[in-house]
């Protein structure tokens, strides 16, 4: 007598055949998602006029901990990513500082999502109705002094990090703030919001802020006393201001066309 209680073989087949489809095809949806951040020529700009989407995601971001020698510095939250040639920029970095005889660095923030932003900047505003007593529209202009509005933090390339001294109260003056001061743009990184960019950057100075942009243009900038936006401009004013950024039998940059939209 035939069993009927065993799956068919053919509608297992199907079965199996629909999991492959679509486990690719979600598969396929997920790596488009992610955006190469470093795949451009010019270090991508996030800020409040140039925000990533919404659904914007870094590829290949991995835990810091994979990356750095914690016995070279603490990440305050275990959880924290960042794109890896980033934070192996960051390891390098700091390797470096060690032989210089700093150590005790500690990454308070490195990558956030959007969701992460929106949570953080609520909180700011909230804490300002609080305990100044502002209006809910006084308070949000406050906070964006410090915070980004949500998509419109560097936070979301995964390449800045904001980088401390461990157990220090304020980090500008101590001898960890002196030597990245003196030596970021070496490893690639710059310090994105500086006190006399201000007015360019929409940011007080975050002298704890590096982003990463690689080697050639964090000098490039520091040479020129540029701050992201200033560099950026620059190269659109004249593509080869650096001389080695571009070839001269490739096309003029237009930095506009690599900004996300
Ligand atoms: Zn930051």
Redesign the pocket.
Known sequence: MRRTTSFPPRALCCVLLLALVFSSLFAAVAEEETYDVLGDELPMLVNKDHPVAEDFVPADLVLLSEVLDTSLVKIKYKNTMAVRAAAEALEVMLEAAKEDGIKNWQIN?AYRSIADQKKILDNKIKGYMKNSGLSRAKAKARALRTVAEPGCSE?HLGL?F?ITAKGASAFKGTKQYKWLNANCWDYGFVIRYQADKTEITGFNA?EW?IRYVGKEHALAMKKANYCLEEYLESLQAKPQPAGFLVDDDEEDINFEDLIPE
């Open positions: 923030t936070h800045a904001d975050e802020h």
